[in-house]
């Protein structure tokens, strides 16, 4: 019944911004093991942001500076700001759930920014 559901998805105009969520049901989940990814058409998934093993946080180099990663226990959550448009992809919660690589998935939201 492990399962994350992501939120705050949209639409907005370069430079704008948006805050998604990663609500993680179960009690085997901690936030420290989640990330997230993005992955556009065509493209193919990469990892924006997560956290090492130290707790650190962990950014992809095109979103450094603009993204950040939060955590609570059960949750992480992704501040993006200055969004451009290559930014536009749909963004994926993943969790460290059965191995110490990201395993499990969310049904993704959408991202669209417009020039």
């Known amino acids: 019944q492990v399962r994350l559901v992501e939120s705050g998805g949209g639409l907005v105009q370069a430079g704008g911004s948006l805050r998604l969520s990663c609500a993680a049901s179960?009690?085997?989940?901690?936030?420290?093991?989640m990330g997230w990814y993005r992955q556009a058409p065509g493209k193919q998934r990469e990892l924006v942001a997560g956290f090492n093993s130290g707790g650190s946080a962990n950014y992809a180099d095109s979103v450094k500076g603009r993204f950040t990663i939060s955590r609570d226990n059960a949750n992480v959550y992704l501040q993006m700001n200055s969004l451009k448009p290559e930014d536009t992809a749909v963004y994926y919660c993943a969790a460290k759930y059965r191995t110490r690589w990201y395993d499990l998935w969310g049904q993704g939201t959408q991202v669209t920014v417009s020039s």
């Open positions: 179960g009690n085997t989940l901690s936030s420290v093991n």
